[in-house]
């Protein structure tokens, strides 16, 4: 699978490409594998086997990995294993409060990294941010790799100028920012400005996807929490990620849940809020500082939690109380076996609430069926970023990647590149 025939993706029916991609997710799991192995697992023969290897191995997207040495009788079989930097993605996460850019290999290890904890500025002001750290990235790269590169993921919450009394973001010249974002592609403006084709996807689908595509668990059903300055999600059934008409399935964040009774909550008057008012990293810093604490950023929150400030553990009961019954529900709907949840700050926090989390969804399950399992993330703070990675990546090398076909897409025409 070349890397300018891989650029084909999704419109492709082609059973050998299929395959190709079917191998190369068996070996992304396993590691590293035999042949045999690979043809048992990805459930091809071994001539069909033999030859997709050796034309990987010639595009340089897999590699020998040494010899078996297991005591087996017999020549020691040889081992194949991803090479790490056949193929690049480079990856963009908005946040109303960060700018995180990545550059991934085909393993799926961040090469390097910049972010900017700031308040989201006005979307031109991004561009420029972004390129500046995007070319910075690239550096990492010799010239010869940059041809692996495959594009940019962008990872943003659609309607970033929605929801901003929840999120304490109501000063007028933030409103008038973020307003300006919902009349911007900002997919079709980087790829005019970096010449590289785009994918753009809700940052809680991108995280899923991380780790559907990179994830630890190997898992082809779950549903996917990631707690940041709001709450959001994914939902990934048989292997392919669920994107919903408007692209925010798995938007967790907007189920609508009883208000919160803290002190510091601000009064709706209305008999329902939504979760991410009350589940949400936003929600534990204005309770901290409701009570004294300073918070200036995810440092800060990590100090209080590690110091067990009172205010966090007020947070957390009231978090678990809108959690746990909102969680219930989507899993009901879905009936997954799987509920990953990842966040951006820890010193503890995120085990306390998969443990209270997996005790309160033991506790309500049915009648004569079992509650999922609650599992960490393998990405923490940088799952946003990962996942926005990951789009090109797994556009053009997973087998399941049909549900693309309904993502944002940006090729650059040669005019509107800006040099």
Same mark, same amino acid.
């Given at each position: 699978?070349?890397?300018?025939?891989?650029?084909?993706?999704?419109?492709?029916?082609?059973?050998?490409?299929?395959?190709?991609?079917?191998?190369?997710?068996?070996?992304?799991?396993?590691?590293?594998?035999?042949?045999?192995?690979?043809?048992?697992?990805?459930?091809?023969?071994?001539?069909?086997?033999?030859?997709?290897?050796?034309?990987?191995?010639?595009?340089?997207?897999?590699?020998?990995?040494?010899?078996?040495?297991?005591?087996?009788?017999?020549?020691?079989?040889?081992?194949?294993?991803?090479?790490?930097?056949?193929?690049?993605?480079?990856?963009?996460?908005?946040?109303?409060?960060?700018?995180?850019?990545?550059?991934?290999?085909?393993?799926?290890?961040?090469?390097?990294?910049?972010?900017?904890?700031?308040?989201?500025?006005?979307?031109?002001?991004?561009?420029?941010?972004?390129?500046?750290?995007?070319?910075?990235?690239?550096?990492?790269?010799?010239?010869?790799?940059?041809?692996?590169?495959?594009?940019?993921?962008?990872?943003?919450?659609?309607?970033?100028?929605?929801?901003?009394?929840?999120?304490?973001?109501?000063?007028?010249?933030?409103?008038?920012?973020?307003?300006?974002?919902?009349?911007?592609?900002?997919?079709?403006?980087?790829?005019?400005?970096?010449?590289?084709?785009?994918?753009?996807?809700?940052?809680?689908?991108?995280?899923?996807?991380?780790?559907?595509?990179?994830?630890?668990?190997?898992?082809?059903?779950?549903?996917?929490?990631?707690?940041?300055?709001?709450?959001?999600?994914?939902?990934?059934?048989?292997?392919?990620?669920?994107?919903?008409?408007?692209?925010?399935?798995?938007?967790?964040?907007?189920?609508?849940?009883?208000?919160?009774?803290?002190?510091? #909550? /601000? =009064?709706?008057? !209305?008999?329902?809020?939504?979760?991410? +008012?009350? *589940?949400?990293?936003? &929600?534990?810093?204005?309770?901290?500082?409701?009570?004294?604490?300073?918070?200036?950023?995810?440092?800060?929150?990590?100090?209080?939690?590690?110091?067990?400030?009172?205010?966090?553990?007020?947070?957390?009961?009231?978090?678990?109380?809108?959690?746990?019954?909102?969680?219930?529900?989507?899993?009901?709907?879905?009936?997954?076996?799987?509920?990953?949840?990842?966040?951006?700050?820890?010193?503890?926090?995120?085990?306390?609430?998969?443990?209270?989390?997996?005790?309160?969804?033991?506790?309500?399950?049915?009648?004569?069926?079992? #509650? /999922? =399992?609650?599992? !960490?993330?393998?990405?923490?703070?940088? +799952?946003? *970023?990962?996942?926005? &990675?990951?789009?090109?990546?797994?556009?053009?090398?997973?087998?399941?990647?049909?549900?693309?076909?309904?993502?944002?897409?940006?090729?650059?025409?040669?005019?509107?590149?800006?040099?």
């Amino acid at each position: 699978m070349s890397l300018s025939k891989a650029g084909r993706g999704v419109n492709s029916a082609s059973l050998r490409l299929y395959n190709e991609r079917a191998l190369l997710l068996a070996l992304r799991r396993a590691g590293e594998a035999s042949k045999a192995d690979l043809a048992r697992m990805a459930e091809l023969t071994n001539t069909a086997v033999g030859s997709i290897v050796q034309t990987l191995t010639e595009e340089g997207l897999v590699c020998e990995a040494g010899r078996r040495q297991d005591g087996q009788r017999g020549q020691p079989a040889s081992l194949i294993r991803l090479q790490p930097r056949g193929a690049f993605g480079l990856g963009v996460r908005l946040d109303r409060a960060s700018i995180e850019c990545v550059l991934v290999d085909f393993s799926g290890r961040i090469l390097a990294s910049r972010a900017r904890q700031q308040v989201l500025p006005h979307p031109q002001q991004a561009l420029a941010m972004v390129r500046e750290d995007l070319d910075a990235l690239c550096e990492a790269l010799a010239p010869a790799e940059r041809k692996r590169l495959l594009g940019i993921g962008l990872a943003q919450p659609y309607n970033l100028g929605a929801w901003l009394r929840e999120l304490d973001l109501q000063d007028a010249a933030l409103r008038d920012s973020f307003h300006a974002w919902d009349d911007t592609d900002f997919g079709a403006a980087l790829a005019a400005a970096t010449g590289l084709p785009v994918f753009s996807e809700n940052d809680g689908t991108a995280a899923a996807i991380a780790e559907l595509f990179y994830g630890r668990h190997h898992a082809q059903d779950f549903l996917y929490v990631f707690l940041g300055p709001a709450i959001g999600g994914g939902v990934v059934l048989d292997g392919d990620c669920v994107r919903g008409v408007s692209g925010n399935a798995g938007d967790i964040g907007m189920m609508p849940v009883a208000p919160s009774t803290l002190d510091s #909550a /601000p =009064r709706t008057g !209305r008999a329902r809020d939504i979760l991410l +008012a009350r *589940a949400s990293l936003n &929600a534990l810093a204005r309770h901290l500082r409701h009570h004294g604490a300073q918070v200036d950023g995810h440092a800060d929150l990590e100090a209080h939690i590690a110091q067990g400030h009172a205010a966090v553990a007020q947070w957390l009961d009231d978090c678990i109380d809108a959690l746990a019954p909102a969680m219930q529900a989507a899993l009901a709907v879905l009936d997954v076996p799987l509920l990953v949840f990842d966040a951006d700050v820890d010193a503890g926090l995120v085990g306390t609430l998969i443990a209270r989390l997996q005790a309160a969804l033991d506790e309500g399950a049915p009648e004569a069926r079992r #509650a /999922p =399992r609650v599992v !960490r993330g393998g990405f923490g703070a940088n +799952a946003g *970023a990962v996942g926005a &990675a990951a789009l090109p990546l797994f556009m053009n090398f997973s087998p399941r990647a049909e549900w693309l076909k309904g993502a944002s897409a940006r090729i650059p025409e040669a005019s509107d590149v800006v040099a």
